[in-house]
């Protein structure tokens, strides 16, 4: 299951049983945003 699908599960829950969520952080930026690269140096070739 891809992380996209993940959160979609996880949200359809949330909103299914009522429960207020907020979505932050690394995730919110990754659903939002464009993915981009780090090159960090320990990233795999």
């Known amino acids: 299951m891809s992380q996209s699908e993940l959160l979609k599960v996880v949200v359809e829950t949330l909103q299914k ?4 969520y907020m979505i932050t952080g690394s995730l919110a ?9 780090t090159h960090d140096i320990d990233q795999d070739q």
């Open 17 to 20: 049983l009522e429960v207020p």
């Open 29 to 37: 930026s990754s659903a939002q945003g464009e993915p981009r690269s």
